[in-house]
Structure formats: structure tokens, C-alpha cells
């Protein structure tokens, strides 16, 4: 079961889009030094399609959903992807902290992964050295082109 503890406006988080952001918890990967180790914790609301449309009915003006997470749950994600993309026709991201793109995932129903787990001595994906790429899906899910160099890059 998937749940999230909030929402909010992401404007660096994928290039070029207005994106809200929801924060899943239940996070297996526990990376070391991670920005939100509460999200760790099976706590919050339960995320399911109805959830999603008190979300979207609060919300206006997104060009992009993103899960923060829901590597404990992948079906979920994937069928919560669906459901955005057919009913808000809206773009989807999806960070993960997978090393590589799961097998699980219908990639027809992203726009944009982020995979690899955070590693504090590599920063994320606004560092030179970062070990995370941001991936933008096209042709249904079959073609991913790496636009990791996209996101701003400072030197830390």
C-alpha cells in the first residue's frame, strides 16, 4: 500500500516543467545521508486514485506529477501513473533510488525517471560527480534519453 506525507511545488526538480511533487513514504533504500529519513517510516495518507483526485482538485496550473519515491511499492506507482496520464493527461516522473530501471515498471506511463540511490560523498543530481541520472522517457516507453546534464550543476 502506498502512502504520502505531503505535496508540494517542485521547480528544479524536472527541467522545464511546474511540477508537484508527493513525498512517499515506506522508503526501503535508507540512503546515507538523506535530506528526509521520516519518509522512511510507514506512516501517512494512503495514496490510491481517490487520494489522487483531492490532490489534482487542490492543485492547478502542474504540467508534471512526481512520485518522491514508491520503490516499496511499484505496482502502485505504475498504475497511479496510468490513471494520471489518462484521466489528467498530465506528465509523470518518478524518482526512484533503484541503481536501474525496473523490470516492474510500465515506462509508457512516465515521462521522466530519476534512478539511483543518494550518496552523500556523489551529491545528487545537481553535482558533477553524482552516480543519479534523470531520464526522459518518449515513444511509449521505449526510447530513454539521459538529460541529467539539464538540471543546474554546482561543484559540491
Known sequence: ????????LALQEIPNEITLA??????????DGCHSPWLWEDTGTILDEAAIDDIMREKDGYTCFCFMGGDADIPTVNRLSKYLKDKYNIKVAWYSGLENLSKDMDYANLDYAKIGHYDK??????????????????????????ITNEIKVTHN
Do not use: A, E
Not at 500500500?1 to 508540494?8: A, F, G, V
Open 121 to 146: 560523498n556523489k551529491g545528487g543530481l545537481d553535482s558533477l560527480w553524482t552516480n543519479q541520472r534523470l531520464l526522459k522517457i518518449q515513444y511509449k516507453g521505449n526510447v530513454f534519453q539521459d
Open 22 to 31: 508527493i513525498n512517499i513514504t515506506g522508503c526501503p533504500n535508507h540512503c
Open 1 to 8: 500500500m502506498l502512502k504520502y506525507y505531503n505535496t508540494q
